[in-house]
């Protein structure tokens, strides 16, 4: 499907503008990209498109593979990732106590929040078992299989939740992905009674995951879980190991959110 874009205004730099929409045809379902895929998509000339590709390998954001010269995207993106971490603020607060959560129950443990119905990634901590799952910041994954996701999804209204989530039926990952509205609305049901989300091999085999939100007023839902192979962590592992943790250290971020707000009332006052 072509990529759908926008017309120049006389307030913006059009071929920045193609740049940065080329780099965000780049998905985890289209990792690589030839210079023809790309002319297509973005309705340009493969000279024009060539040259903004050429331009974004020599800054690093873009790297060709030598066999098959198709391009993807390259380690100069990831560099920036750190500034818009700490300009989020969020995410430099909470970093301590998802480090201590992670400590504490001897699994990974994450903060995340909702982008355009897809669970991002701010903060991650590993555990120190071999055996452990690691999901670096600034990775996206489904929302509507993942207890971070559900968790997210819970603090919505129905009506919001489902119309982010868009068509059904929802992407099968494994056996055990709720797939259709009604299930998954049942379950941000039990979620908003039960005050925590579990997923269970949900979005892969074997990977299971318990997710509690953080306090209403951080001014757009958030989330932290902890995340396991299902060799040790079941529904009753989940209850009475991790939910108490998890209600704690999201308190412990909640109340440090809530000071970062009031700093920075604070330092806008004239």
């Keep these: 499907m072509p990529l ?45 498109t060539y040259r903004l590709m050429n331009t974004l390998e020599g800054e690093r954001f873009l790297e060709r593979d030598p066999a098959t010269g198709a391009f993807r995207l390259a380690l100069g993106v990831l560099e920036l990732l750190p500034a818009l971490l ?44 071999l055996l452990r799952i690691e999901t670096p910041p600034g990775l996206r994954l489904p929302a509507h299989c993942t207890a971070l996701g559900k968790c997210l999804l819970a603090q919505l209204p129905d009506e919001a939740a489902r119309s982010l989530l868009g068509e059904q039926p929802y992407r099968a990952l494994t056996s055990r992905t709720l797939m259709t509205w009604d299930e998954l609305k049942r379950e941000l049901a039990q979620i908003r009674r039960r005050g925590y989300a579990l997923s269970e091999g949900e979005l892969e085999d074997g990977l299971s995951s318990c997710a509690v939100a953080l306090p209403a007023g951080a001014g757009r839902p958030y989330a932290i879980n902890v995340s396991s192979p299902s060799s040790r962590m079941s529904r009753r592992t989940a209850r009475e190991r991790f939910v108490a943790p998890l209600q704690r250290a999201a308190e412990e971020i909640g109340g440090l959110i809530g000071l970062l707000d009031f700093e920075g009332a604070r330092e806008a006052r004239p």
């Design 4 to 48: 759908v874009t926008t017309a120049p205004t006389p307030t913006t730099v059009q071929s920045l503008a193609r740049g940065l929409r080329l780099l965000r045809l780049f998905t985890r379902e289209r990792p690589e990209l030839a210079l023809a895929d790309c002319a297509e998509l973005l309705h340009l000339s493969a000279p024009t």
């Design 86 to 129: 700490d300009g989020l603020g969020v995410a430099r607060v909470a970093q301590p106590p998802i480090a201590r959560l992670a400590q504490v129950t001897g699994e990974s443990a994450n903060l995340a929040t909702l982008e355009e119905g897809r669970v991002l990634y701010l903060v991650s901590a590993p555990s120190d078992r």
